[in-house]
């Protein structure tokens, strides 16, 4: 799939939604109808696919054409919105489970998965059209909400292990790692330092795991793990 490169239709259903304004990402893009996040390490907006981008928080009312400093969009949510469907696998349909979880394929596209962790959520599924497009809630209290908790696994090479691909990481995130088999020489404590915390969403945001016994770093061990991030 591919963002949009024109503007396209809000396609709201019932009222409007709330709207606040939110400043751009200098340089960026965004035409009016499409989906916008916001970059996590810094707040600021961009098309919903945008490496390091949280999860989606609504939609542009307008088009911004490579947005100068501090320039702000103003952006619609808390409102049902008509999307394009996803293509076979990763297509919504009249079986799928009312509030399911959306994620967005582009700027203007909901995927019924998150392709591997590698998308983030847009919102909750609420039908289908007739002519086969998707009713998504989109909200940021849900979205956000929602992809609070993050879950995963890996195994150590000679201690360490970093995790980087699909996972969203704030600055106020809390990460929990319990080992699930031992191999090696395995340590007695899983750490992560705060100087090996990243800030981003997928793409930037990383976390690097590290053995440890008795206080020294175990470099033997080749042991799996689960880890929970929530925040």
Same mark, same amino acid.
């Given at each position: ?29 965004? &035409? ?48 049902? &919105? ?20 959306? &994620? ?128």
């Amino acid at each position: 799939m591919a963002n949009a490169t024109a503007e396209i239709a809000l396609a709201g259903v019932g009222q409007d939604g709330r709207r606040f304004h939110v400043p751009c990402k200098t340089g960026t893009t965004i &035409y009016a109808g499409t989906m916008v996040a916001q970059q996590v390490a810094d707040g600021l907006l961009v098309p919903a696919t945008s490496t390091g981008a949280g999860p989606v928080i609504g939609k542009a009312t307008h088009t911004v054409t490579v947005a100068t400093a501090g320039q702000r969009m103003l952006v619609e949510t808390d409102r049902i &919105y008509i999307l394009t469907n996803g293509l076979t696998t990763d297509a919504f349909s009249d079986a799928s489970l009312i509030g399911s979880p959306v &994620y967005a394929g582009d700027d203007h596209t909901a995927f019924d998965n998150s392709n591997s962790t590698t998308l983030q959520l847009c919102g909750t599924f609420q039908g289908m059209e007739a002519g086969g497009k998707v009713r998504v809630y989109i909200a940021p209290e849900h979205t956000l909400g929602t992809s609070l908790l993050q879950a995963g696994g890996g195994t150590f090479a000679a201690g360490v292990l970093t995790v980087s691909a699909g996972i969203t990481v704030t600055a106020t995130s809390r990460v929990f790692a319990m080992r699930k088999t031992e191999a090696g020489t395995d340590g007695d404590e899983i750490r992560v330092p705060t100087a090996d915390r990243t800030v981003g969403g997928p793409g930037t945001g990383s976390l690097v795991f590290r053995s440890f016994i008795s206080g020294v770093a175990a470099t033997s061990d080749t042991s799996t793990f689960d880890y929970l991030i929530v925040g």
